[in-house]
């Protein structure tokens, strides 16, 4: 993943494109039914590329007994008390403390304003150090949801990744909670699966809004991300299989949701006030990224201001976003922008996570899907400036002339 990027000299540039001819017509075909999706009026997407949306299933586990934690006690010991299945409600208050959740199909709730806070002392757990900061101090989670024996590689860049689960923790939901400024992220999920991570507002976390790691699964739905004086990443997704963010509001991060995650779904999010929106990292295949909102960039993101990056991602489907406001200095901002990942380090950017894992040598990004999104007030509607086959943008709606001209969009 690149953190810092410069786009000098792209202003003007007509994005790339696969096709010769241009839509002159004013209009658009079916985008529903069949017709030849070789014609760049063709907007129904080929079947490989279609899904559903997913399911919003509440339980997996089945339901236990239930226990209540009143303001002054402990969350913890109602957890190290609780059964497989047991549910957990969680009285208003604030409650200063670290939380490890390791026993199947704990629905841990929030009835009223619940605060978990950092405590005086942190202690060690499954999820200590998963990242880092730029002193090599090992960085602390809120909630660490964790399967067993979870084995990880060490830290090189961004976060640990896991090699190996002994056995996943299943089934765990954690619903209603606002978790605030842990050192390192408020949420982190490692060896999970069937993981429910909704309606929770997350706020300070300098690194990750929220985790998950070497999980299948997990659902993020509904929550709120934030800071009051910037973070990494609001939610980044790193998982062996199946993630859903669906319907959150992630703002005031360099990067709304990173995704490391082959298949992940991130669909009818907010994401507003980060320099990217959404950064779909080297090599990660299958990816849909639909009906997002991505507002406008705040000026300090300088040269940095993106609404979706797909760096050497592969088989992206990025459909129905309406993205507006990317506008950085110089007149670099960029709504969608495509391209070949070089995997090469420099004094200002080190290399990617994702290059390191895939040996330093990324893919070209190929046979990604641009279509039927809106674009309005970028400095750049999009940018194709990957070499990879197959790339297909068009069926948009911009006011880039470029982009116009070459065929990719039509005017609002």
């Known amino acids: 993943m690149k953190f810092s990027l410069t786009f000098a000299g792209l202003v003007g540039l007509a994005a790339a494109s696969p096709f010769s001819e241009h839509d002159t017509s004013g209009g658009l075909m079916r985008r529903n039914g069949k017709c030849n999706w070789k014609d760049q009026h063709c907007c129904a997407i080929p079947d490989k590329y279609k899904y559903s949306s997913p399911s919003d299933t509440k339980n997996y586990y089945g339901y236990g007994r ?79 949801i964790t399967g067993y024996k979870v084995q990880t590689t060490e830290y090189k860049t961004e976060h640990k990744r896991v090699t190996s689960v002994k056995r996943f923790v299943k089934g765990v939901s954690v619903t209603g909670f606002s978790v605030e400024g842990f050192s ?20 300070d976390a300098p690194a990750y809004g929220a985790l998950t790691l070497g999980s299948v699964n997990t659902v993020f739905r ?75 960039t705040p000026p300090a993101c300088g040269k940095t201001s993106s609404g979706i990056i797909l760096d050497s991602a592969v088989g992206t489907l990025v459909r129905d976003n309406t993205i507006e406001g990317q506008r950085g200095t110089g007149s670099s901002g960029v709504g969608i922008l495509i391209y070949d990942d070089t995997c090469t380090a420099t004094p200002e950017q080190p290399l990617s996570l994702s290059c390191i894992t895939l040996g330093g040598k990324a893919p070209k990004a190929n046979h990604n899907i641009v279509i039927q999104n809106t674009l309005k007030n970028n400095d750049n509607d999009i940018l194709n400036l990957s070499k990879g086959a197959g790339n297909v943008i068009k069926c948009n709606t911009c006011e880039n002339p470029a982009n116009i001209q070459a065929g990719q969009c039509k005017k609002p």
Do not use: M, W
């Open 222 to 296: 509904e929550n709120v991300v934030t800071t009051t004086a910037g973070g990494f990443i609001g939610i980044c997704q790193d998982n062996l299989s199946d993630v859903h963010t669906v319907k959150n509001d992630v703002s005031a991060h360099l990067i709304g949701v990173c995704v490391q995650t082959n298949g992940a779904f991130i669909g009818y999010n907010t994401l507003h006030d980060n320099c990217i929106g959404i950064f779909v990292d080297p090599g990660v295949k299958d990816a849909k990224i639909v009906h997002n909102y991505i507002g406008p």
């Open 184 to 203: 390192g992220i408020n949420i982190a999920i490692i060896g999970a699966k069937n993981t429910r991570i909704t309606k929770n507002k997350l706020t």
């Open 66 to 144: 239930t226990i209540y934690v009143k303001s002054g006690k402990k969350i913890q010991d109602a957890i190290k008390r609780a059964s497989p299945g047991d549910r957990i409600i969680v009285e208003a208050g604030e409650y200063p403390e670290q939380l490890v959740i390791d026993k199947d199909g704990i629905q841990l709730e929030a009835h009223g304003i619940v605060r978990l806070t950092k405590p005086k002392k942190y202690k060690r757990n499954a999820c200590t150090g998963l990242t880092q900061d730029e002193k090599k101090n090992e960085l602390q989670a809120g909630i660490c």
